[in-house]
């Protein structure tokens, strides 16, 4: 079985949020939506895991950078914005989804998701995880101080 039709099953199958496989083994999953997956893979595995393959419910443009800050050379999406498609492909990363959409829309689905619009005028892989690791202390010192 490719690693790519793996990862799907295994998304499929436990309905988790995210799962990246290196060769036959599955090295990570997560029930956590968003990019915090992505940003632990990095910070914690993608040094030791050349060429892993990641499936994932929803890739918009910040996740398609991190897939290039970790290495990993293939992609499935559920859903994956055009933007998302054009970045992968520009870094020459194999890209599979089932839905192409404009934009990632928000929980709301009243405009865009906050990880797309973080990544307006982004052009490095690395700007980007910066900008995550911001947002999230933004947001944590935000739930800090409702305490």
Not at 46 to 61: E, H, M, T, Y
Not at 75 to 86: G, H, L, P, Q, W
Not at 97 to 124: T, W
Request: aromatic letters at 8%.
């Amino acid at each position: 079985m490719r690693a790519i039709d793996l990862a799907k099953n295994e998304l499929a199958l436990h309905n988790y949020s995210c799962v990246v496989v290196h060769e036959d083994s599955v090295i990570m999953t997560s029930f956590e939506n968003g990019v915090k997956p992505l940003i632990n893979y990095y910070e914690t595995k993608s040094r030791n895991f050349s060429n892993a393959v990641l499936a994932d419910k929803v890739i918009g443009r910040a996740v398609a950078f991190l897939v290039v800050l970790c290495g990993i050379t293939s992609v499935y999406a559920e859903v994956m914005s055009i933007d998302a498609k054009r970045i992968l492909e520009e870094y020459n990363i194999y890209v599979e989804y089932d839905h192409l959409v404009p934009f990632i829309a928000n929980r709301k689905r009243d405009g865009r998701c906050p990880m797309e619009e973080l990544s307006e005028g982004v052009k490095q892989p690395i700007e980007m995880y910066h900008r995550i690791k911001n947002w999230l202390a933004d947001m944590s010192s935000k739930q800090s101080s409702k305490k």
